[in-house]
Every structure is written in structure tokens, then in C-alpha cells.
């Protein structure tokens, strides 16, 4: 089907994703810089979808004008947490709250373990990561944000001392909605169609695919980071 | 004599009520702290660590620099500074706590600090870093208390608070005799030599939180750990220097003169090697021009905090205590020697802020900190009758430092020095009002003085303290909040006590534990302003 709409082709990639053995997914994200137009609805909906407060925001975009008038143009750069092969961030962690899942590769934060030292804040070379302060957008808090944040497939409710207030926080490629079959929030959302996820051990995937075919870079590259997410030009 | 034992009690009193005061303060900072958790800091995820660390840092680098200090006596036998080996370990111990006291404010559970024994994670050098500290702190205590052991037995003989003291810490140790003393040379000379390579991890290890961080291009150096120790030596050198020169019981003799000055240049050619590596990092890392790293050096010299640099890493850090150690002039005068002792400790103060907040300060990815808005500010403000109150200790606390200041300018040296002293303890005096006027919620007054727009300031009276210009939508601009500034004051004020109280109950500075030497003759008549002399 040559026509089929790529949102339907990721779903069948996550659906065979998960049919195979645990331990044998790698999922990865690949973003078509082409296709980006830097409407930010990655922003928003992955803030819908954690119910993250002020100050933390797992997928931004970087907004770049370049060139002289009149030969100028807004360039985009989508980033997230790149799910390292080799993460900085996870060593430094002194409690191991931190670490890269060996079964399908996301690199993931335990609330309840987090002393919160922000050990790892610095140590991410993307800036992936973010502490939460405890901020809100509204007090007294406004009906959305009183609602539980399902990271992790639990339900994290909003209060003063208790985690994830206190706790660093980061993208899971939407963890809990990967294993119920499902694309990431960003993914879901991209209106250009420019966010793919996949599993890049399955060489039928469309994001095996695009990585073979197409010219892509993955950031800081130099630092042996060995990032999981593809950039395509 | 009565005026001058009046004085005394005059200077004792606003040098308690000062520190008491600042405690107070502190500890309720604290409390806020821990009720209201980070949100009260002016932390974002983008400079996610600040003040805090930076006074961690400083802390365990004092502790570690005055405890090698220390093994130049017991493990390398310079017994010439024998009469300042027990301050150096008593130092140590209060600056170890101390530091551990920030690292622990800086967590965002508190209450789980204690699984950092459970939760083993042997990959990270933080806790690594935590075992070190407490081995490290057990060879302190124990070394210190074999060094006191005999001279507690003895004071324990004695009437009053300090005998009881003596009494309770001798934990049942009656041995007098010459082969128990012996023992304890011995034992303190190994303690000694294990703590060397200790102290170096504690602090080079400290070092190599931030020189393993890839991602900062400023810290992830080879060389980073290695400037910590030396900086360490000079800062813990520099504490020493300046409570020996100053606060000493044997000050006014000969041999103290000559003590303080023999230190002053041990102090000065560490500062000289610290000098050296730091050129050396900034030659490589500017020549090299790799972006970020640049871009830091940019930040520390020219940035917000430029003067943070310029006046206190490099002036009162460097230049000026170079200057008092090695001109002829001031490097024979005991006075002079404990100044410079005391720039280098407020100066090194600027290179942990430095060595922290900048390259956190610096982008990773151009155009990363514009991409979501991560700059906040603490909302937390003191309102009602809390704002009365904080008013009202920064009152007495002002009253206080103007009353101990104006101390100073009565000290007794001579000529031109004297109006040397005499104008920095009147400007001292002016910041202090002025900064007691803007804690105690006058910042518009001062504000107009200095020309600083508060324009974009958002609803919190004064998250800046120190000036400058906010920009509160800015993620790469940290400066600290009300509450960090309190609760760091109040952290420090402790310190102090507890050092003050240490050099009041303890045996620290008693004679030589060699029994063979004589006791050097001690001068008291010529002591200004000691506590001893009013109890």
C-alpha cells in the first residue's frame, strides 16, 4: 500500500516491536528535518501527555533564523532525550535511580530511588534532562494539573515533597504508551509527519529504513554517545 | 585595664550576638527550605546547581587543604609548626561537616540521603566521594583526639565547663605515662600517612565530580582535579594562617612572628603553583577555542559576575595576598600575614562559584536555551510578621558588625597602615548597611544609589543580592535567592561558632607533645581582644 499513511506503518512497526522477545527491541526515533516546520506541537502535546510543570519539557524545539535578508530562513531542530548507547548521565547517578533498560534500550529514571543531586542534569551533553522544582502554572493548582502524570505506568499526583516533585525527570519515548502498542505523544502529534519511532533491530521498520537510505547525523556524535535518535537532512 | 577588659567583653558580645544571630536566621532559612523544598532556590534545569555547591566545594576544599597542612607536621616532622597542628585538624573536622552540611541543603529529598549507602552505584565518583568523606572524617577525629588525649586527661583534673568537657571527651582514658605518648606519636604518624592519600581523593575526587562531566568542556580536563588539591592547600593554609596569625594565644612573641611568616610562604608558593595551573588550563583551553569552553572563559571575565573574577578570584585571592606575603613591608607582621590569610579564603571563594555556576551558565547546543522557557525564579518572600522579623535580626546583626568593625579601626600598628585598615572598615561598614537596607526589603533605595534597573524584577523582593541586573527570562542567568543566601550564612555562622567554641574547650593550642622540649615562654599582656581573657 503505497499510500498508507506513515502513522499506520509506525503503529504495525510497534505492534511487530513488541510480538518479538523482550530483549531484542531498540527503539529509535528519527526526525525528518525536511519535513519540520517548528510548530511546536511536540512541545505541547508531550506536556499534555506527562502533565509536566514549569520548567520541564522532555520534547522542545530549537529555533534557529538563518542567513541575511533577503535570502533568510527559520531552521528547526526538534530535540528530546537521545536514549544513548553509551549515556553520560547514567554512571554519575550515585544512587543507580538511573539507567539505560537492556531490553529495548530507554534510558529511564526511578522516582522513588532519585535523592534528587542533579548529578545528571549536568552531565547530559543535550540538556535533556530536568529537575522539578515543585513549580505549577496555577496555584491553587488548575484541573489539568491536578491530574496524575501515567509515567512509568503508574500515576504520579502532584504535591509538595512527594516525587517526581524533587526528582530529575526525562523523556521515556512515552514508555507507557509504547507498551500498549502505541507511538509516542510527540510522534502521534507531528503534523508533517516528521517524527517516526521504531525498532531499528527490525530491519522491515520504516525507521531501519530511513536510516539505510537516507544521508542522517545524530548529535555530538564526537562524545561516543551513540545516540537513539536520527536526524534526517 | 578595665577599659580594655570592658572592650573585650563589648567585642565578645557583638561577635555572639553577630554569629548567633546569623545562625538563627540560617536555621529558619533552612526549616523554610525544607518545608517549601527547591522551589525557594533560584535553581533552574539549566544551571542546575549553584551557590550551594559552590560553598560545598569551598568547604571540603578548606577541610582538605588544612588537614595536608597538618601532616606536614605529624607525617613529614616539621615540628617548627607543631603549636598549629591540632587548629589544622580541628579545622578540618568543623569544614568537613560544614561541606556536608551543603551537599545535603542541595538534595531534592532530603529525607533519602542516607541510601546513597544502600543504593549501591559503584560507577559514580559522587559516591565514591561519600565514602571518602567518612573515612576521611574518622582518621580526622581520630587523630585529633590521640593528639589531645594527654592534655584532656589533664584538663579533665580541672573545675568548670572546660574540665567537664575534657572529662566526657577523654572517654575514660587515664594514661599518662611516657610509652602511652609514644604510642600516640606513632599512631597519629600512621593515621597521618593513610589520611594523605585519603585527603587527596576527598578532594581531588571532589575535583573529579566535574572533570568527568564530558559534556562541559570547562571541567573535563585532567588538570581540574589536580588545581583543586592545590587550591585546597592554599585556601586550608590560608584559614590557618589567618586564625594563627590573628587569634593565636601566643601572638606577640617572636616565635609566632616567625611561625606566621614561615606559613605565610608556604601559603604563598602554593597560591604561586595554583596561579601557574590556572594560566596554564586558561592558555589551553582559550588557544584550543573550542566554543563552550571559550565561551565559559567569556562568562567568568567578562559576564554578569565579572567582578566575581576580577575582584575576588584574582584580586583578594591572588594579587593581593601575594602581595602582603611576599613584600617586605607587611611579610614580617604577624597582622598583615593574617589578612592576607583571610583574602585568600574569601577569594577563593569566587573560584568555586566559578568553578560551578558558568559552565552550567554556558548552552550546550546554541539556541538550546531559547528553546522552552526554563528560566524561573524562587516566588518564596518573607510577608508579614517573618518580614518583621528577618528586619529585625538584620538589625541587630548590622549593629553588631558595625560595633566588632569599628574595632578595627582602633587596632594598634603603625602609620599609614593604620589608614589602610581604617578605610576598609569604613567601607566594610558601607556594604553593610547598604546590604542590611536591601535584605531588609529596601532595594528600590538602594537600587536608585547604584543605578540598577528592577524593572523586569517579578513580584519577589530582592532574589538578587548582591546587585546586578535581573533577567528573569533568561535560563543561563543563576544568581541566588534570599534563602539560599540565608541558609549558606547561617551554614558558615555555625562554622564559626563551633570553631570559636573548639578553640575555647578544647586543648588545641597547648604545648608540644614532645616531652623533651621546653615549653616556649608565652606572652600574654600584648593579646587583643581574645574571648579567653573575659572568661
Redesign the interface.
Known sequence: MPDQDVLTTIRNDVKRALNKPANQRHWVMVINLQRCVGCEACTIACKQENHTPPGVAYAKVIKEEVGEYPHVRRRFLPILCNHCENPPCVPVCPVGATWKRKEDGIVVVDYTICIGCRYCVTACPYGARYFDFGDNYYEPLNEFEQQASPEYGRRWLRSKRESPVGNVRKCTFCLHRLVRGEEPACVQTCMPRARIVGDLNDPESEVSRLVDERRHFRLKEELGTEPSVYYIL | MTTRLETNKLVLGAYLVALLTVAGVGVWAIAIRA?????V?N????V??GLWVAFYIYFIGLSAGSFLMSTLIYVFGMSRFESIGRSALFVAIVALVAGLAF?FL????LE??W??FV???P?????WE?HFYLLYGIILLAELWLLMRRDLIRAAEGEGLRALVARLLSFGSHDLSEESAHLDRRAVKILGTIGIPVAIAVHGGTGA?FA?????PYWYTGLFPIIFIVSALASGGALLLCITALFSRRKGTADHAELVSQLAKIVGAFLLLDLVLLTSEMLVGLYGGVPDHVATYRVIMFGPFWYVFWFGQMGLGALVPLALIFLKRTGNSPFWLGVAGACIVVGILGVRLNIVIPP?SV??????D?????G?FS?FAFTGFSLHLLQGAVAVFVVAMVVLLSQLWRIPIPSWERWVVRLATTGAIFVLVIMGLRLAGFAPTTSALFDISLATAPTTPLPLFFGGQIKAQDPTFYSPSMIEWLSSTGVIAVAILALSLGRWLLPLEEPPVHPARAVRPRFDSDRIGTERETS
Do not use: C, Q
Open positions: 518545608v517549601e523544598g527547591l522551589r532556590t535553581l533552574t534545569s539549566h542546575p546547581w551537599i542541595d538534595l531534592g529529598h533519602r540521603f541510601t546513597v543504593n549501591r552505584s560507577t559514580s565518583v559522587l559516591e561519600i565530580i568527568v562531566v564530558k559534556a562541559r552550567l548552552p550546550l547546543m546554541p539556541g538550546i531559547t528553546a522552552y522557557p526554563l524561573r516566588t
